[in-house]
């Protein structure tokens, strides 16, 4: 029998990479889309015809539990949230709703119309912000350090509460920093690949930065969806941590990409003040060994060829 799959997000990064995996596995995909005048497709349009798309809204609990209904899925991966860290200070009610009380929204429509099927949460290491201890795990107490961080922390106890609440089979995947070529350019990696292939074509003079020595562990997004789906798979629920155990400076970030296309990136960037964050989270370095112990997960992407091939990706695009 065809397994269904509802994926909220499913227009981002991650929920195009996760249903590429999905429909590779044969299942019925079903992507919860939000009404839009101009329909965000890039990441999708190779597969948009292959997916089903049902209107609706994290805020809004009728179009959920409408969603669930019509999908009747065996598997919920809740994907979508106010998920860029910097815009949390800007609008920090709207990130707490849909990023945190969105989270019980697609819970309980799933709990009052179909509580067997299996749910998953996209957790975030932002939540351990200003970190008590390095490496994090699974069970390292959270601090987080933006409005983001916290409303996904609300998200992930509000999963852990259902799944021993209501018996459900929820669980949620802590990952730390994924990449790709479908990363949205408000984001420092793709700001940074892009402005390498522009600068490099000669469409753009410099690149302002913040804080070049914060440290991230940055893996790519198409190895972390398939931590998602196996996570799914088990026979019981559980949270995992999902990273690459190593970590890199904003400044090797800007030097790989700014190197692959041959030129000294101290010549192009520049520190401005107002990309600092308020409150910088220095460290984050994640322990991924439960998931590979107990899902098999492994990593397939390096963070140098992860940033080339962001930065050829860019290029090709400019190019075209």
């Known amino acids: 029998m065809t397994k269904k799959a509802l994926v909220t997000g499913i227009t981002g990064q991650d929920g195009s990479y996760l249903a590429e995996l999905l429909l590779s596995k044969g299942y019925k995909v079903f992507g919860l889309r939000r009404r839009t005048s101009v329909p965000i497709m890039e990441n999708i349009e190779h597969i948009k015809n292959e997916i089903e798309f049902i209107e609706g809204d994290l805020l809004d609990q009728g179009s959920l539990i409408n969603a669930v209904k019509v999908s009747n899925p065996d598997e919920v991966y809740n994907l979508a949230a106010q998920s860029f860290v910097g815009t949390s200070w800007g609008q920090p009610v709207l990130t707490g709703q849909s990023t945190g009380i969105g989270v019980t929204n697609i819970l309980e429509a799933v709990r009052l119309t179909k509580p067997e099927a299996r749910f998953y949460q996209a957790s975030s290491s932002e939540m351990f912000g200003k970190v008590v201890e390095t490496p994090q795990k699974e069970t390292t107490p959270f601090y987080p350090r933006s409005p983001y961080g916290v409303a996904k922390v609300y998200g992930h106890w509000i ?62 997004a198409g190895d972390y969806v398939k931590a998602m789906w196996l996570m799914l798979q088990q026979e019981t629920p559980d949270d995992y941590v999902i990273s690459t155990g190593e970590t890199h400076t904003v400044e090797e970030l800007v030097e790989i990409a700014f190197g692959h296309v041959g030129l000294n990136w101290r010549d192009y960037v520049v520190i401005d003040p107002k990309f600092v964050r308020p409150a910088e989270v220095d460290l984050l370095l994640g322990d991924c060994t439960k998931a590979k112990e107990k899902l098999g997960w492994k990593l397939e992407v390096g963070f140098e060829q992860l940033v080339t091939m962001m930065v050829e990706s860019d290029l090709k695009k400019l190019q075209n």
Request: hydrophobic fraction near 35%.
């Open 159 to 220: 999963t852990v509460n259902y799944r021993e609440s209501f018996d459900m089979y929820a669980c949620s995947g802590i990952l730390f920093n994924h990449e790709s070529p479908r990363r949205g350019v408000e984001f420092v990696t793709r700001k940074v690949t892009d402005a390498a292939a522009r600068i490099k074509l000669g469409l753009q003079k410099e690149l302002r930065m913040g804080n070049l020595d914060a440290k991230r562990d940055w893996g790519f």
